[in-house]
């Protein structure tokens, strides 16, 4: 093709076929878009990117992204129920919940699901800390009742195998561990779902 002789094009479509998502027909259409941007607007993108980078950073108790330098917004909120526990694979299915505006407790992000044939493990995610942060919850609270797990997991082999070994973790520590109705179809993420599908599982929710 002609726009492989342009170095500086050819460098750009490397770094953007590195964007997870990014579908090859849209390669063009948001390279066109970032060419013809203004100069300024550019610049502002950039740094705003940079900034980001920079001042982000997961929650090391439940792995939401966070500003650095303040508390989470939800494992330091009051108005939120501590004693209860959303386990979703990725950021976007907690996403994907918080849209739904019906769930008001906190969230536990692993990182992922359990996929040997991708070479991911139980290790490769926060199984462990999820564990340990229930243990350390009830400790605090050990005349508290209520505490509840929901395993929010994507209804995949994936998923199930991951929600499997969690509630194997989980089962001796004597607390309520639930899961999405089925009203999510078997194969579907999350974040592909509408927020009154997501809304009806999450609080049709049953025992795991």
Known sequence: MMHEQIQSITQLIKQLQQVPYLASKNLYKVLNHFLEMDPVRAQQFCKVL????????????????????????????????????????????????????????????????????????????????????????????SKETGFEIILAMNQTPEGEATSVYIANKLKNLNIKITCLA?????????????????????????LY
């Open 50 to 141: 940079m900034d980001a980078k920079a001042n982000l950073s997961k929650c090391i108790n439940c792995g939401i992204w966070k500003e650095s330098k303040l508390d989470c917004a939800y494992c330091q909120s009051q108005k939120r129920d501590q004693k209860i526990i959303c386990v979703v694979e990725t950021w976007e299915d907690f996403i994907a919940i918080e849209k739904t505006g019906g769930f008001n407790g906190v969230y536990h992000v692993l990182g992922g699901a359990i996929s040997p044939l991708d070479g991911i493990s139980p290790e490769d995610l926060t199984v462990e800390q999820l564990v340990k942060r229930v243990m350390s919850a009830k400790e605090s609270a």
């Open 182 to 206: 089925r009203g999510i179809p078997v194969g579907y993420s999350l974040g592909n779902m509408d927020r009154v599908t997501v809304y009806k599982a999450l609080s049709e929710r049953r």
